[in-house]
Structures are given as C-alpha cells and as structure tokens.
C-alpha cells in the first residue's frame, strides 16, 4: 500500500501557519527598508563620501558578505548579551537581515553611482550643490533606476534566507513548520504546504518591488 496523503491538520495549525506568514512578512518588510536605506548610506560613502569613513565601512561590507547569515544571527542573538546588549528572538532577527542586506544592497547601490555619466556630477556643481546634495537630488534616483531589478532580487534572497531566524526560536513561517511537524509527524506534507507558501511569498513579494519600482520610477514603466 503506498504512501497516503493526509492535510487534515492545517485546519488545526492554521493560526500558527498565519502567525508565523505574518512573522515572516514583518521580517522582511522592516529589514527590507532599513536595510536598503542602510545600503544607500554605504554606497555613498564608498563612491562619494569622506575619505576617512570608507575603510570601516568597506570592512563592514565585506566581513558580511563573507561570512553565514546563521553566523552573523547567532553573533548578534547570542554573542552581543555577553556585552550587555540584551534583545528579543524577534529584535535580534531583524536587527541580522538589516545587518545583512545593508551590505549587500551596498554593492548593488554603489555599482548604480559608478555606472552614472560623470556630466551629472559635473551639473551638480555647475549649481553650487554640496557633493551629498548632488548625491541626493542628482545622481541617487538615476542609480536606483538602474540596479533595482537586481535590488529586487536580492531583497527576495533575504526573506528566503529569514528561513534561519527559526534556529534562535524566532517564530516564522519555519518555526511553525517545524513546530507542526514535530507534533502531527507528517513531516512530508507539512515542508510540502511551507515550500508552497515560500512561493507564493516570493512571488508576491517581486510583484510588489515590481510595483513601487514603477510608482518610483515612472519613466521606467513599459
């Protein structure tokens, strides 16, 4: 007799299903935003800012994309108390994907500012524009134009990676599989619904940078 399917339980676990969706979303959208505005302020000291700042902010980017998200989660959950910076599951989750994509939008941001024509900032100072006036009014919108299919994506690979927040007891949508799965044993069909929801989060999730790409740049619209 082969294996039969049983889904009876996500009516029991639903709640628990909806909490940790909601979780995750919350994740994603807080580390979303700060962690690119984090980016665009790094990007901007690297390509345009003050000489003395950019060598802790290049270490900055660096020892994150060069180390685990599961590394740099445990460090901030479980290494900065020692220190006595004491935070939540929730707190220290957001605080590592902010962390994280703060560095990598950083080099997505910074490739945008290099590839801008040199005649923008050369029309900046023809105005009397400080460098960060001609960063902000001239060249930050162009840049974003160009790098936001690829900010996009990265963000999506963040919130798909939010998946490890689960290992400090953060209760997402994979600390509700895993909770489900240890208590119902259908260890198959419970990953089955969790890989179907992560699909229809990343899929909603690019149609919704998809849309404020468009609200943001217009001009961009097809």
């Known amino acids: 007799m082969g294996y039969q399917f049983e889904f009876g339980w996500i009516v029991e676990y639903l709640p628990l299903i909806v909490s940790g969706i909601a979780t995750t979303i919350q994740l994603i959208a807080v580390g979303a935003v700060a962690g690119i505005l984090l980016g665009i302020a790094c990007a901007w000291v690297r390509a345009l800012g003050p000489v003395w700042l950019r060598p802790p902010v290049v270490a900055y980017v660096e020892l994150i994309r060069n180390t685990p998200f599961l590394i740099q989660l445990f460090f901030i959950f479980f290494g900065l108390p020692s220190l006595g910076v004491q935070m939540s599951e929730l707190q ?3 605080l590592a994907m902010i962390v994280n ?6 080099e997505i941001v910074r490739a945008g500012i290099q590839a801008t024509p040199r005649g923008q ?7 009397a524009m400080s460098p960060f006036e001609t960063f902000r009014h001239v060249v930050l919108i162009p840049a974003l134009q160009r790098i936001w299919p690829a900010l996009s994506s990265q963000v999506v690979i963040v919130m798909l990676g939010s998946a490890v927040v689960s290992q400090i007891a953060a209760e997402d949508l994979t600390f509700a599989a895993n909770y489900i ?5 259908r260890a198959f069909e419970t990953y089955i619904v969790a890989t179907i ?4 989060l990343s899929i909603l999730l690019r149609q919704a940078l998809r849309g404020v790409g468009l609200l943001l740049f217009p001009r961009r619209a097809p």
């Open 92 to 94: 220290a989750a957001n």
């Open 101 to 106: 994509l703060g560095a990598y939008s950083c």
């Open 121 to 127: 900032f050369e029309a900046g100072a023809s105005l």
């Open 181 to 185: 799965q240890s208590r119902n044993f």
């Open 197 to 200: 929801l992560y699909l229809a």
